[in-house]
């Protein structure tokens, strides 16, 4: 049987060219998808880039909610939150909500915060500002503290009900933090005295003794800490019935632990 040879074609004018070509066209279909990858990705990056440098979307509003009644404090907070580390200015694709939220939190007049975005350019602060329960009178001034103990100011407000009169001699301002446990003391001591008859013109408080009771009637009960609290009210009552019985006036009624209750005449 014969075998058909076929004889190789002459390379024409552009034979070695177009071979070329066709090669060059195999790699590009190969890697063409790889280059055109990198295209979109450089692209988006570009585009990513130019948002967060461009001005429009760099803070330029800050709006606060209050969802409490504001405080004395009040406006103070607000000066203070509005300028909070120079919210305004700061790109607002970088901001944190839940970090730049506890930071604001960190605020005395600031009971909770919560920061929204907006955009193109505004940031929105929802807040609940502490409010002043009590007075604590340190070196002669009234200052206006919240049950958890923070000073939100000074100044009377004759509406408060518990005050407290610091016999530490430390010196005090805005901000600083007074021992809270007194403070929610002297309100449960209010509750229990005034259901058994008692008035309190103020409440004494020192870190050696803790925290004592001034009654309208003129005599003061040293409960010390806020241990037996109720126990300590039980024997209060006890000791004053029996100052009743024996036709004594009691100045001073000793409660502190460790101690039988005593009658100071």
Known sequence: MATRVQRPEKPGKFGTLGRFIRLLGKGVGTFGHRWFSLLVGCSVSMALWAALTSPDFHVSIVAIRRITPPTLAGNDSLVKIQSFTGLVGQPIF??????????????????????????????????????????WIANGHVFLVSRD???????????????????????????????????????????LLSHAGIGIT????????????????????????????????????????????????????????????????
């Open 94 to 135: 970088l901001l944190d909500p839940q970090q730049v939220s506890q930071q604001i939190a960190q605020l005395p007049p600031v009971a909770d915060a919560r920061l929204f975005l907006v955009l193109p350019s505004q940031a929105i602060v929802e807040m609940a500002e502490r409010q002043p329960e009590a007075r």
């Open 149 to 191: 103990g923070v000073i939100l100011g000074s100044g009377d407000a004759p509406d408060l009900t518990v005050t407290l009169i610091d016999n530490t001699g430390v010196p005090l301002r805005t901000g600083d933090l007074v021992d809270a446990s007194a403070v929610q003391m002297a309100f449960l001591l209010k509750d």
């Open 202 to 265: 103020a409440f004494q408080y020192s870190t050696l003794e803790g925290l004592s009771v001034e009654a309208k009637e003129g005599w003061v009960a040293k409960y010390g800490s806020a241990d037996r609290i109720v126990e300590k009210t039980q024997e209060l009552l006890a000791v004053l019935e029996l100052a009743q019985e024996r036709q004594l006036v009691c100045n001073v009624i000793d409660l502190q632990p460790n101690r039988s209750p005593t009658c100071r005449t």
